[in-house]
Nanobody, 125 residues
Framework: QVQLVESGGGLVQPGGSLRLSCAGSGRSFSTDTMGWFRQAPGKEREFVAGISWSGDSTRYADSVKGRFTISRDNAKNTVYLQMIVLRPEDTAVYYC??????????????????WGQGTQVTVSS
């Protein structure tokens, strides 16, 4: 069974940091482009960050540039999202996703083949 499982979410104060992890199982994701998306209540799911299969190329939404960093460890079949200087507007359920094509870093949800179940991030004082 192919799975992506996110962890690391939680409640954090504005200005704080969190590190999300996404562990893959059931197949290797080492040749996939990996992405992080988020969905706030009443809003569409939106692209946050993506990373190429090699890790050499990354892409970020303008709203998180300079604050979030995506990385991956193919030996562990895991992708990470380091988040700093968190803001209340970062509050959402965060999902990781895998694009089997692995050619470009897509920002559209339909380009991704596998999804995790999500982890809640709440930024509040």
């Amino acid at each position: 069974q192919v799975q992506l499982v996110e962890s690391g979410g939680g409640l954090v104060q504005p200005g704080g940091s969190l590190r999300l992890s996404c562990a893959g199982s059931g197949r290797s994701f080492s040749t996939d482009t990996m992405g992080w998306f988020r969905q706030a209540p009443g809003k569409e799911r939106e692209f946050v960050a993506g990373i190429s299969w090699s890790g050499d190329s990354t892409r970020y939404a303008d709203s998180v540039k300079g604050r979030f960093t995506i990385s991956r460890d193919n030996a562990k079949n895991t992708v990470y999202l380091q988040m700093i200087v968190l803001r209340p507007e970062d509050t959402a359920v965060y999902y990781c996703a895998a694009d089997r094509r692995g050619s470009t870093i897509a920002t559209l949800t339909w380009r991704y083949d596998y999804w995790g179940q999500g982890t809640q991030v709440t930024v509040s004082s």
